[in-house]
């Protein structure tokens, strides 16, 4: 189980190592376990599953008199299943601003954050098999409106972010392979692809952008593998697979993440129907005598088939599909063939649990110390994607005021905006003097309660190809966590003071004096008289 650190104190700590001078604000947003149906849609059967979202808002002041301004973000999600004792760490989104102070501290606060969950001894959740995935894609701006505008931003190219990326997954790797020296049976095993480009290809490409740092990496003593992570046998899968029947199902292997080219992918291969199109069933011959011996011993097979014949076979063409094609299809996308390089990266932990631990019996549903509830968290991200901007630097301070206040004032009690209508006050009823004034009577309204605000989004869809999609219908037992002062200061907010030495001015190259260049002119030869 994890320690007494949570996630907040380990962040913190990772930063008072930076450079320079300059205080830090930190604000970590932790959701309570939720139960997930959408990790692997395709599964039969599907396994259980539940999910946890986290942000993670880094704000920055040169002096102490100076205003806060948000610098980095981070964006995540976590989804454990219990029947293979795995858990997912999905990074969806990583963002900067451009206007804090160098050097940045995206890298210190996305490696410790990664460290946190990926050592077994401050892991929050217990699972014997972490799987960190990530999709990087070049883009201008992800978490913060408007931040690609402010011309001091500059992000990563296509090639150079996957080559930052690669590098940051071979430094935890390595600090946690370490730690996990002391206790038998830890693995760890990197996987990386880049679509359309060949092993050699992308060792080139990457090997190149980080030579042309200033700081070139170290070499990492971990492997990597170039393809995907679903051929070992090594590290359990989070997906259970059973090929008992010789049924094959890509569902069980590819996870569908939000906003993942994967998972849109898979989507298309499940509802992919044969060209064809619907069949008129095949013509019954007619009956014969010599039909009935065969029918009666034909019922003895039938019954040991029925479990077979009764369980539904994957949608589309997931049964056609392997893995190998799937990610050699996925060369040919559109997002992965726009001109711009991308990369998944998979990072597999597994260690095998000592006999002297012993396993929690609290439901995977209860919330810790410290979590918030999913609404929250969705409305403080509705406040900064659609809230505010990051154009200016004016700007980036007013929308770091608006959404680190909404974060407290959320944690103090606040139930909805200021302006929010009254419902309760709009229902008028009319009293017993005006009945009789009436010429008809007229049934009152209901009162109904005040109800907080909520970001509009679109229902689930009900019917898929025809057939009902059944929901989970188990209830949570346990009521959402109800966000306090108190939780905010002991596990929200956080903030520090960095008095480091700078890092050393880069020496000015003295100006050189250009080489004198001598012309050569072309002698004419002289004509004879």
């Known amino acids: 189980m994890a320690t007494s650190s949570n996630l907040r104190d380990t962040l913190l700590a ?130 913060f409106p408007n931040s690609s505008e402010f011309e001091g931003k500059r992000p990563l190219s296509d090639v150079k972010l996957c080559a930052w990326w690669k590098r940051l997954y071979s430094e935890v790797a390595e600090k946690i392979q370490s730690r996990l020296k002391e206790e038998a049976g830890g693995k760890i095993r990197l996987y990386y692809l880049l679509p359309g480009s060949t092993e050699t290809e992308a060792t080139y490409s990457l090997k190149f952008a980080s030579s042309s740092n200033t700081t070139p990496p170290h070499p990492s003593s971990l492997p990597w593998s170039y393809g995907h992570p679903y051929s070992q046998s090594e590290i359990q899968l989070p997906c259970s697979v059973d090929n008992s029947e010789g049924c094959h199902n890509l569902g069980q292997f590819i996870p569908s993440f939000d906003d993942d080219p994967k998972s849109r992918f898979l989507d298309e291969i499940a509802y992919t129907t044969d060209a064809d199109g619907i069949k008129s069933p095949v013509r019954k011959r007619p009956r014969k005598e010599s039909d009935a011996i065969g029918e009666v011993e034909g019922l ?58 012993t396993r929690s019996e609290a439901s995977p549903l209860a919330p810790q110390v410290g ?128 008095e480091n030495a700078s890092l050393p001015s880069k020496p000015v190259a003295a100006e050189t004096v250009a080489p004198k260049v001598t012309i050569l002119a072309v002698r004419k030869k002289k004509k004879r008289a």
Request: charged share 20%.
């Open 14 to 143: 990772s930063l008072s190592t930076l450079p320079g001078t300059r205080d830090l604000h930190l604000h970590v947003l932790v959701t309570s376990p939720r139960k997930h149906s959408g990790l692997f849609p395709f599964a039969q059967p599907r396994p259980r599953c539940y999910l946890q979202d986290v942000v993670v808002l880094l704000s920055e002041q040169p002096t102490p008199d100076a205003p806060r301004i948000f610098v980095c973000a981070i964006e995540a999600c976590i989804y454990t299943i219990p029947a293979s004792s795995c858990a997912v760490l999905y990074i969806s989104k990583v963002d900067t601003t451009g206007q804090g102070l160098a050097p940045s501290p995206t890298a210190s606060l996305v490696r410790a954050f990664l460290e946190f969950y990926a050592d077994p001894k401050t892991r929050p959740f217990v699972a014997d098999h972490l799987w960190i995935h990530l999709f990087a894609r070049a883009q201008n701006q992800y978490l």
């Open 300 to 357: 003895v097979e039938g019954k040991e088939r029925q479990h077979t014949s009764d369980k539904p076979k994957p949608p589309g063409e997931l049964t056609k599909v392997s893995p190998e094609e799937f990610w050699e299809r996925m060369s040919f996308r559109q997002e992965c063939i726009a001109g711009i390089l991308t990369g998944f990266f998979i990072m597999a932990i597994s260690c095998t649990p000592s006999k002297d631990v």
């Open 371 to 498: 979590q918030v509830s999913a609404q929250m968290v969705k409305r403080v991200m509705t406040s900064l994607l659609t809230g505010v901007e990051f154009s200016t630097v004016e700007r980036a301070i007013r929308g770091t005021g608006i959404v680190e206040d909404s974060i407290k004032g959320l944690c103090d009690g606040l139930q909805s905006p200021p302006d929010a209508p009254n419902l309760a006050a709009s229902t008028v009823i009319p009293s017993s003097s005006q009945l009789q004034k009436s010429d008809r009577l007229t049934t009152p309204e209901p009162e109904s309660k005040p109800q907080s605000l909520a970001p509009p989004q679109t229902p689930p869809p009900r019917l898929k190809n025809g057939k009902r999609v059944v929901p989970d219908v188990s209830p949570n037992p346990f009521p959402e966590p109800v966000a306090s002062l108190e939780t905010y200061n002991s596990h929200i907010y956080g903030s520090i003071h960095i």
